[in-house]
């Protein structure tokens, strides 16, 4: 008899977005656009967010974008996001993208950054997440770089 239990994903784990990068997502050096990068790496953000808060998710604000190295129209790209940072009614998960060239087997860091995303209900109003437990030595390094982000972030706001 098969078995039909839902399977219970470790709400942790990265999320994990590989797209190859067509002509349509590229500017006329080849490259892609960074909003379409930004566009993935938000998505991977909502992934990982929804998964690990098992609620909706909709993204406040991102930081830190770098973009290290360009990603090529015929370049795999891939997104691996994880939740780093959680609040009172918000997380954040840091995205990393690679770029890989699939006929030189090459793969290159190619951007990162932090994108802050916050539960909703069903009337659009915050709810709570549940709280990530930093483990390891650099899950607890990540998790005060983050603090550190948000504080930044807050006296921006009210200077």
Request: hydrophobic share 40%.
């Amino acid at each position: 008899m098969p078995n039909h239990n839902p399977i219970t994903p470790d709400r942790s784990a990265p999320i994990r977005i590989v797209e190859t990068v067509f002509p349509g997502a590229t500017n006329h050096y080849g490259t892609m656009f960074g909003g379409k990068v930004l566009e993935l790496m938000d998505r991977a953000a909502f992934l990982a967010a929804s998964r690990f808060a098992q609620q909706a998710m909709v993204t406040a604000s991102t930081e830190r974008i770098d973009f290290h190295h360009p990603i090529k129209h015929g370049h795999m790209v891939e997104a691996i996001a994880h939740v780093v940072h959680t609040g009172r009614t918000s997380l954040t998960v840091r995205v990393s993208l690679y770029a890989e060239d699939p006929l030189r087997a090459t793969r290159e860091h190619a951007t990162d950054g932090y994108f802050h995303m916050v539960a909703v209900d069903a009337d659009g109003k915050p709810t709570s997440v549940p709280t990530l437990v930093a483990e390891t030595p650099e899950a607890k390094a990540e998790w005060e770089f983050v603090a550190h982000l948000k504080a930044s972030r807050l006296r921006r706001a009210h200077a």
